[in-house]
């Protein structure tokens, strides 16, 4: 089975700086897709990014970028200028060709004034 | 707001009982996927329903079963109650069935169940 790793329970920032969320994931499939999900307080689960496997090109949304390393299979997320919103747990998640999806344990991230 | 609705957003129930939990999709989305938050565990898929019809399924136990309604809303019952059942019910939708696109899953703002 997939299983989808965050090895840094907490993070913190500081204001406009920039962070970096890691996620490791094993699986023996090709073809499957990656996200990033955002939970704030509000408990409400928010898209963040996405990443298809079969693309090289690291995806873009913003001030979130991804650093896609398909071999190593590693999916990390690059936060830049860093906002007091952006404090929040953020969850990486692996989708399979079957449909069904992983999500890691999440990452806490702190947003210092 | 994502478009997805729960009811209700708290339960409180006990031990052994059975409750019911209800999800509506955003407008036009075919696909609702369930998955349950606890504490110790992070967040678990449960089932995906697509169009009315069971199209894959996660760490579901056999006490709890779900359906998707022609309207396209969704209920996850929940039977036999057991105190590791208190949890966030989540449940997500998305416009198509998710194999092989870049479907993106619009998630509700969950249902928390506590069983005392």
């Known amino acids: 089975a997939q299983t989808v790793t965050q090895s840094q329970p907490e993070m913190s920032v500081q204001e406009a700086e920039t962070v970096t969320l890691s996620c490791t994931y094993d699986t023996s499939e090709s073809d499957y897709y990656l996200f990033w999900y955002k939970q704030p307080p509000s408990r409400q689960m928010i898209l963040v990014i996405r990443q298809e496997a079969y693309k090289q090109q690291n995806a873009t949304e913003n001030r979130f970028s991804v650093n896609f390393q398909k071999a190593a299979k590693s999916f990390s997320l690059k936060i830049s200028d860093s906002q007091l919103g952006d404090a929040a747990m953020y969850f990486c998640a692996y989708r399979s060709t079957g449909n069904q999806f992983y999500f890691g344990t999440g990452t806490s991230l702190t947003v210092i004034p | 707001d994502s478009g997805v609705t729960q009811t209700p957003k708290h339960l409180i129930t006990a031990t052994g009982q059975r409750v019911t939990l209800r999800c509506s999709p955003r407008?036009?989305?075919?696909?609702v996927y369930w998955y349950q938050q606890s504490l110790d565990q992070g967040l678990q898929f449960l089932i995906q329903?697509?169009?009315?019809?069971?199209?894959a399924k996660g760490n579901i136990l056999e006490r709890f079963s779900a359906q998707q309604f022609p309207d396209l809303h969704s209920e996850l019952n929940l039977s036999s109650l057991e105190l590791g059942d208190s949890a966030l019910y989540f449940c997500a939708s998305s416009v198509h069935p998710g194999q092989g696109g870049t479907d993106t899953q619009y998630f509700g703002p969950g249902t928390r169940l506590t069983v005392l």
């Open positions: 407008s036009g989305d075919l696909s």
């Open positions: 329903y697509y169009n009315g019809e069971e199209r």
